[in-house]
């Protein structure tokens, strides 16, 4: 396991959050990055990402590798608007492929009466147009979103037997939403491709190391089912003004955890 920064770390600030990532995740240790942002969770504005100027700030400020995408997420008000929806998530996965990252970020669209099946097709009509790129669709919990609950993965996986489809851990979302994200781990761990790092009191983030996740107890478990990939630290903070000086004793202490298992 390693540590990434998402632009959702440092969303806030009054600065451009990609700008704040190149500048200050690599100066406190970070080598990798997560992408997010307006240019991702709105439809149609992917379009306009510069990846040529976004791959080489990456090399001029030594981040080594991206290791997430963000993207809109698929409506569920209808099958057809789902559809639409995957047409968007497909560019943004062809904007990944470009940028060299493997992973996706879902997030699902708005909870609703037969939600799961607006989800489940457009998650189908998704693969269809992303045939031939490799990319990993990783599913991410967020409150009130279609994708939450341990049976919300339970029934799109029984719907969609895809490689490619997993699950973002959202250490956040889920203590919001009093899901236990240690037995989710352990009921789908060959299904996470990606893991979310926040801490939280109650459904507020916080900084992390400051809140009452059990951050330390939930790596181990990571470790248990064989997870290597990042761990990709986000702080959605009420004084997000303080943020720049929050990246760094976030770093510290999961940087901390890791070395003590």
């Known amino acids: 396991m390693y540590l990434s920064c998402t632009t959702c770390a440092l969303r806030g600030t009054g ?20 992408l ?16 040529a100027k976004v791959k080489r700030r990456m090399a001029e400020v030594g981040l ?3 290791t997430e995408v963000w993207s809109p997420p698929i409506p569920t008000d209808s099958s057809e608007k789902a559809a639409l929806g995957a047409e968007q998530v497909a560019m943004a996965c062809t904007i990944a492929a470009q940028l060299g990252c ?15 099946r607006q989800t489940v097709d457009g998650l189908r009509r ?10 990993q669709i990783c599913l991410e919990p967020h409150m009130e979103s279609q994708i939450l609950y341990i049976e919300d993965y339970e029934a799109i996986f029984a719907e969609l037997d895809v490689p490619q489809l997993g699950i973002t851990v959202d250490t956040g979302h889920f203590h919001a939403a009093n899901v236990d994200t240690e037995a989710l781990i352990r009921r789908f ?11 939280h009191i109650g459904t507020q983030s916080v900084v992390i190391g400051r809140g009452e996740i059990n951050l330390a107890s939930i790596l181990g478990v990571l470790r248990d089912v064989g997870y ?12 997000t003004e ?5 990246i760094g004793p976030a770093y510290d202490h999961m940087a901390g955890l890791l070395e003590n298992l």
């Not at 997010?36 to 990846?51: E, R, S």
């Not at 491709?193 to 801490?199: C, G, P, S, T």
């Open 15 to 34: 600065r451009d959050e990609i700008e704040e990532t190149f500048r200050l995740a690599p100066a406190v240790g970070f080598r990798h990055w997560g």
């Open 36 to 51: 997010g942002g307006p240019f991702t969770m709105f439809p149609g504005l992917m379009q306009w990402l510069d990846v």
């Open 64 to 66: 080594e590798t991206l």
């Open 102 to 116: 493997r992973r996706l970020v879902q997030t699902g669209g708005l909870r609703q009466d037969g939600g799961i």
């Open 126 to 135: 998704l693969f269809e147009l992303i045939d031939d790129l490799n990319v």
């Open 189 to 199: 761990q060959g299904r996470i491709y990606n893991v979310h790092i926040k801490d």
């Open 228 to 239: 290597d990939g990042p761990l990709a630290v986000e702080m959605e903070v009420e004084d």
């Open 242 to 246: 303080n943020l720049p000086q929050y």
